[in-house]
């Protein structure tokens, strides 16, 4: 099995709430898609849920950086989600500062660094490059109260509400269920074992019912998806897939990975009108050894009207596969799903419509009710 190029930056932790603030997963668009390249150095960590964005979270973040010699550090925060600003306040108790002048800040729209000058040396208390969502820095503001520094983070959009101050799998999960409002997400591709892995880890991120197409017909018709595909062919396993996503169409808050391959339907430019019921994620494969040609990669794949996938919404790119890396996958998707919503924020209440007047295939452009495909079909068909 290929090794995965993302696999330098993992750790998890099953008690202590500790943020690995190196995380490193930009996103790129195409049109309207959210384009994610998935070999970047991903720093994750698992936790405890996080309560909610309007709470105060007490928490430690963990410095840990690879292309530093430094000793890592640890110091207690507090986050509060204040509707238009945010406010961090780090305990500096430990840190000896003698004054405002041993103290930098510097914010930027998406990334926040923090560093103290102590005993002549400077030592960074914290860096992310992920910062949960854009900020105005023109309006950041910072004091030191008693023993504790408080910044006072200005949000680009208001109405989000941030479960914390770094977009992690944690915050994304916590965070998602306001802009998804309870919207399916189907994971399409050419390896169906990678889009149930992928599948089932952002399930249980999101609190979801995951779903598998493959496990489905497979129940149904009493055998396996290869030796249905001998007795009939790939068209009729794909012609029973699509009769699955109709009936999975109007269900709210699953994850369905769908068949990969030449029995998938969703690689069939003709079966995708159930798959817009949903959010659909691209789970693309690739050679791409850098994220510019990643991006370009995909660019160029979702301008391709030829390839069915191409009518997905997000496109994730990955440099080989390892099990192991299910979750650092699914980060990226939510991450990327995330922004395309901020984008549009009537995205979801658009596919509600789309389904409520039957998932006609006239996804993005929804006609009026009482609009007939087969109709519009007749139409074009006469005018040629």
């Known amino acids: 099995m290929a090794s995965a190029s993302f696999t330098s930056a993992l750790c998890f932790f099953s008690q202590n709430t500790i943020r690995n603030l190196e995380v490193s997963s930009p996103i790129f668009y195409s049109s309207s898609n959210g384009v994610e390249f998935a070999s970047n150095s991903i720093g994750l960590t698992s936790c405890t849920g996080l309560p909610p964005a309007t709470s105060r979270l007490s928490s430690r973040f963990t410095r840990n950086c690879s292309s530093s010699t430094a000793p890592v550090r640890t110091l207690d925060y507090e986050f509060t989600d204040g509707s238009s600003e945010v406010e961090l306040r780090l305990q500096l108790e430990t840190q000896d500062i003698r004054s405002s002048k041993d103290v930098f800040v510097d914010a930027n729209e998406t990334s926040l660094t923090i560093r103290v000058r102590r005993l002549g040396s400077i030592v960074t208390l914290l860096e992310t490059k992920q910062l949960f969502e854009k900020i105005k820095p023109a309006e950041t503001i910072w004091y030191i109260d008693e023993d504790q520094l408080v910044i006072s983070l200005k949000k680009h959009d208001p109405d989000l509400k941030w479960p914390d ?38 399930a249980v991120g999101l609190g979801y019912t995951p779903l598998s197409t493959k496990e489905l017909l497979e129940t149904f018709s009493k055998q396996n998806i290869d030796s249905w595909m001998l007795a009939e062919g790939s068209d009729a396993v794909a012609q029973a897939e699509n009769a699955v996503l109709e009936s999975l169409s109007s269900h709210v808050r699953t994850v369905v990975a769908t068949l990969g391959g030449r029995p998938g339907a969703a690689g069939r430019t003709d079966t995708w009108r159930h798959l817009y019921a949903g959010f659909t994620v691209w789970l693309s494969q690739t050679e791409a050894t850098d994220e510019s040609a990643a991006k370009e990669e995909a660019r160029r794949h979702m301008q391709d009207s030829k390839v069915a996938y191409s009518n997905a919404e997000v496109v994730v790119k990955l440099q080989g596969w390892d099990d192991a890396h299910s979750k650092a996958v699914a980060q990226a998707a939510l991450s990327a799903l995330k922004q395309l919503i901020l984008s549009d924020k009537n995205l979801p209440d658009k596919k509600s419509l789309y389904i409520r007047l039957g998932c006609r295939g006239d996804w993005p452009n929804i006609k009026p009710p009482g609009w007939d495909p087969a109709s519009d079909e007749n139409t074009k068909n006469t005018s040629a």
């Open 165 to 202: 101050i770094v977009e992690s799998w944690e915050s994304l999960t916590a965070g998602s269920t306001q802009l998804l409002k309870g919207t399916s997400i189907y994971l399409i591709g050419d390896a169906t074992d990678i889009n149930q892995k992928v599948a089932h880890e952002l």
